[in-house]
């Protein structure tokens, strides 16, 4: 089992930038597809961005393209997700979520019930 913990998130303006950290214990994240999904209040959970075992590839939400990136550090055992230009309608709670499977299509890295382990999430709030 993989346990895994989100950082990195707080109150900014429209425009800045944050980095959110996505950190394993447990097992390596190396060995799992990893998401981003995030959850606004009173909305469903939805997909943001999601990363090969590889970091070959990667798949990401129209609403955050050119905007956020995903990333991978194997050696700090570390999925990333840097957020540009980030809107009023980014706040929510950010999770990441591991997939022991293989990375396969966007649609189902995309697809939350694919995941098998969650984090407890980071809140990110943008001011206007």
């Known amino acids: 089992q993989v346990q895994l913990v989100e950082s990195g998130g707080g109150l900014v303006q429209t425009g800045s930038s944050l980095r959110l950290s996505c950190a394993a214990s447990?097992?390596?994240?190396?060995?799992?597809?990893v998401g981003w999904f995030r959850q606004a209040p009173g909305k469903e959970r939805e997909f943001v961005a999601a990363?090969?075992?590889?970091?070959?590839?990667?798949h990401s939400a129209d609403s955050v393209k050119g905007r956020f990136t995903i990333s991978r550090d194997k050696a700090r055992n570390t999925v990333y997700l840097e957020m540009n230009s980030l809107r009023p309608e980014d706040t929510a709670v950010y999770f990441c979520?591991?997939?022991?499977?293989?990375?396969?299509?966007?649609?189902?890295?995309?697809?939350?019930?694919?995941?098998?382990?969650w984090g407890q999430g980071t809140r990110v709030t943008v001011s206007s």
């Open positions: 979520a591991a997939d022991s499977a293989t990375y396969s299509t966007n649609t189902r890295a995309a697809s939350r019930s694919e995941y098998d382990y």
């Open positions: 447990g097992r390596t994240l190396n060995n799992y597809v």
């Open positions: 990363i090969s075992r590889t970091g070959i590839f990667k």
